[in-house]
């Protein structure tokens, strides 16, 4: 998923799109209401994830990632707290639902599985969701656990975190290419981009009930047909929040 679309290629994809239903006029331009957003009367910006992008200047851009200030495109500050995260497109039903930690993989909705040792006693999180503190284009489980849980993508661009006390990521793993903005959303920029797909459970990376969360790229897009792209919305925590003392 790029993140930034110019004016001009947009609105030639409107002029030309052949689409179903109730058409639309943008200044010249038709254009279907259900994958485009028509600003000021002429300027159209489609809608991804369920996202109507908006319009800054000659460019298209998502309000999870990017603000528009007196007519100038600019990232969103990162988040530098702890964080949770929500799936954010109003099209599917899992919309607003948690990103979820569970055997060592995120899932979305689902219950979040952790654990904590008896002899920690008070100090113990109450371990019931899924945090995430993010910086300079890694993530981590927010944990107590000495030594962390790495976020990574696996060979098939599944997330995972690396089991506590341990340090081992799979073959073919990627660990960077993360960013968590504040009021923003957490962004993969892995595969110049592409962002993020539901998958449900029976379709491609599905299974056990629950969604499965994709980082979408050029090397696995046509084995998701059956996935929906979705923005995960960051949920910032007061500094100084755990979420768990580890997650399993």
Known sequence: MALRWSFVSVALLGISATVMGSLQTCGQAQYDPAQYVCWYNQFLCPVTAGEPLSYCSGACYSKFMYTCTNNVLTLLPAVDSPFTLTVSNPNLSINGKAV?????????????????????????PPGNITAIVASGGSAAMDVMVPGGQLVYLDAFWNVGYTQAHSAYIPPGSTTTGFAAYAAGGFINLNGNGWGWVACPPTASGGGGGVWNLVAKNSTNTASLNNCTPVNLKVNPLPQGTYGAWQYT
Do not use: I, N, R
Request: charged share 0%.
């Open 100 to 124: 979820t930690a569970s055997g060592q993989h995120w899932y979305l909705g689902g219950q979040t599985s952790s654990y904590c040792p008896s002899q920690v006693g008070l100090a113990c």
